[in-house]
């Protein structure tokens, strides 16, 4: 059987004919009006990506984290388990990025008509564009505020499917909470002079140090009990260790969050209820960026 002719060669052999297209066979008309029209759509999804670009596609990936439509396929896609089994854990985590994933291809490649490809590597430039003199700053204010909103509905929606509406939320509210007593230890360093403020981190953690001890003298399964039924002495001073670890490690590389939790550049340790350990509040982290990769797998 003789090879298929690539769309090139084909193209090349009928223009080399010299004749009308009424003197081409229907089915090689039809193959070249084919090919054209679908190499200028490819053409159409390779042109170059806007910061106009980047914010429609951030409100419309932010109407469907909101929506209840992408939950729904994220639930019929968990129910396809192996042996009809629950998923959990990372399981669950890879099922739910790879069903966030492919919508966020279809809106680069249907409602933007672009190659989600040259989509990603625009994201992947975000931060560098916020940062230069490429775009004005009304440009920087509105792409900054689309980027915002929709990392919150992002981290809403795969928190929510991994966790529960419940637990998602009880631990949105200790990460604000945690947030709250960080801004206040901020505002109380920044009102003492350099001697006392190391006076007063050094009384954080030997309080710290005391409860430790206390949590070791009960032995584990009573310890385990006060965790969920701590004093609220001690659940602010765990508040306080939590925040203060954050300032802390802001301080050594250099920066701060005006009040707001550092965690380590995308290593956030969402939920850590009460200051013991919980799996992430989604598993992993985006520091702002889309848990799904704009269409490409982490």
């Known amino acids: 059987m003789a090879e298929d002719k690539s769309v090139a060669d084909v193209t090349k052999a009928v223009e080399s004919l010299d004749v009308g297209d009424e003197a081409l066979p229907d089915d090689l008309r039809e193959l070249i009006e084919?090919?054209?029209?679908?190499?200028?759509?490819?053409?159409?999804?390779?042109?170059?990506?806007?910061?106009?670009?980047?914010?429609?596609?951030?409100?419309?990936?932010?109407?469907?984290?909101?929506?209840?439509?992408?939950?729904?396929?994220?639930?019929?896609?968990?129910?396809?388990?192996?042996?009809?089994?629950?998923?959990?854990?990372?399981?669950?985590?890879?099922?739910?990025?790879?069903?966030?994933?492919?919508e966020y291809i279809s809106i680069w490649e249907e409602k933007l008509t672009v190659n989600h490809e040259l989509g990603r590597e625009a994201m992947t430039t975000i931060t560098q564009l916020l940062n230069s003199d490429k775009i004005n700053q009304e440009e920087k204010a509105e792409?900054?505020?689309?980027?915002?909103?929709?990392?919150?509905?992002?981290?809403?929606?795969?928190?929510?499917?991994?966790?529960?509406?419940e637990e998602y939320d009880k631990r949105q509210e200790e990460k604000e909470a945690v947030a709250q007593v960080q801004k206040e230890i901020i505002e109380k360093l920044d009102s003492l002079d350099p001697a006392k403020?190391?006076?007063?981190?050094?009384?954080?953690?030997?309080?710290?140090?005391?409860?430790?001890?206390?949590?070791?003298?009960?032995?584990?399964?009573?310890?385990?009990?006060?965790?969920?039924?701590?004093?609220?002495?001690?659940?602010?001073?765990?508040?306080?260790?939590?925040?203060?670890?954050?300032?802390?490690?802001?301080?050594?590389?250099?920066?701060?969050?005006?009040?707001?939790?550092?965690?380590?550049?995308?290593?956030?340790?969402?939920?850590?209820?009460?200051?013991?350990?919980?799996?992430q509040s989604h598993g992993h982290s985006h520091d702002g960026k889309p848990c799904g990769g704009h269409g490409h797998s982490h």
């Open 34 to 102: 084919e090919t054209v029209e679908d190499k200028a759509k490819q053409d159409e999804k390779k042109k170059e990506i806007t910061v106009g670009m980047l914010v429609q596609f951030f409100k419309y990936a932010s109407d469907s984290l909101s929506g209840g439509a992408l939950s729904e396929k994220i639930n019929e896609n968990l129910k396809k388990g192996e042996n009809g089994e629950e998923l959990a854990g990372q399981a669950k985590l890879q099922v739910i990025k790879k069903t966030i994933e492919a």
């Open 143 to 165: 792409l900054k505020d689309a980027l915002t909103t929709f990392g919150q509905a992002e981290h809403r929606m795969v928190g929510v499917n991994l966790l529960g509406k």
């Open 197 to 279: 403020k190391g006076k007063y981190i050094l009384n954080i953690k030997k309080k710290g140090e005391a409860f430790r001890k206390k949590m070791m003298e009960m032995g584990q399964e009573k310890a385990l009990d006060y965790m969920d039924n701590l004093s609220e002495e001690d659940e602010y001073l765990l508040r306080q260790l939590s925040a203060l670890s954050s300032i802390m490690q802001s301080q050594s590389h250099g920066h701060s969050h005006n009040g707001q939790p550092c965690s380590g550049h995308g290593h956030a340790n969402h939920g850590q209820s009460h200051g013991h350990s919980h799996e």
